[in-house]
């Protein structure tokens, strides 16, 4: 059974840094591509970063390209999200998903860790 | 970017009825890329629908999705207690990904 547990969420000041884990299990890890997807308090679901199986490509949505940094250790199944300069706007659950082996689409999601950027 | 609008916002219906959401695109969704995620509260999302009209694996059969091009729709043949939700479409055709705003589903 696939599995999927975030972790590192919290409180942080305006042009802090966090870093968020996710441990999967239940799959072969370096087979799938893997995304953060995150969702402001009440609001829709917003695509945020991307990363191939093998690690060597990466993609970011636009609001958090330059600040944000993707990245797993596939000898640990860990997925990171590495957060810089957060903002206000970034405040927000971040769920990590594994993209389908047939697109990128998500067939399975965590149960999100609360990222709360405040002063 | 692909802008995805759902509509109705907010869909009030009985259990056992109908309902019929709409996702429609800005640009069209290459190869139908289309998905569609159900969100109960304080839940994540699931996966429902991939490929515009093919079931995620143990979902229910009263769930169908179709369409092509900029309209897509979500049927629900027969609600269940259960199905009173948010649902979203997201494409997986072009780059960046993109989620439309969501349809509520609740019981009138």
């Known amino acids: 059974e696939v599995h999927l547990v975030e972790s590192g969420g919290g409180f942080v000041q305006p042009g802090g840094s966090l870093r968020l884990s996710c441990a999967a299990s239940?799959?072969?890890?370096?087979?799938?591509?893997m995304s953060w997807v995150r969702q402001a308090p009440g609001k829709g679901l917003e695509w945020v970063s991307g990363?191939?199986?093998?690690?060597?490509?990466?993609y970011y949505a636009d609001s958090v390209k330059g600040r944000f940094t993707i990245s797993r250790d596939n000898s640990k199944n860990t997925l990171y999200l590495q957060m810089n300069s957060l903002r206000a706007e970034d405040t927000a659950v971040y769920y990590c998903?594994?993209?389908?082996?047939?697109?990128?689409?998500?067939?399975?999601w965590g149960q999100g860790t609360l990222v709360t950027v405040s002063s | 970017e692909n802008v995805l609008t759902q509509s109705p916002g907010t869909l009030s219906l009985s259990p056992g009825g109908r309902a019929t959401l709409s996702c429609r695109a800005s640009q069209s969704v290459s190869s139908s890329y289309l998905a569609w995620y159900q969100q109960r509260p304080g839940q994540a999302p699931r996966l429902l629908i991939y490929?515009?009209?093919s079931r995620a694996t143990g979902i229910p059969d009263r769930f169908s999705g179709s369409g092509s091009g900029t309209d897509f729709t979500l049927t629900i043949s027969r609600l269940e207690p259960e199905d009173f939700a948010v649902y979203y479409c997201q494409q997986y055709g072009s780059s960046p990904l993109t989620f439309g705003g969501g349809t509520k589903v609740e019981i009138k």
């Open positions: 990363i191939s199986g093998n690690g060597e490509s990466t």
């Open positions: 490929g515009a009209s």
């Open positions: 239940g799959f072969t890890f370096t087979s799938y591509a």
């Open positions: 998903a594994k993209v389908n082996s047939a697109g990128w689409h998500f067939d399975y």
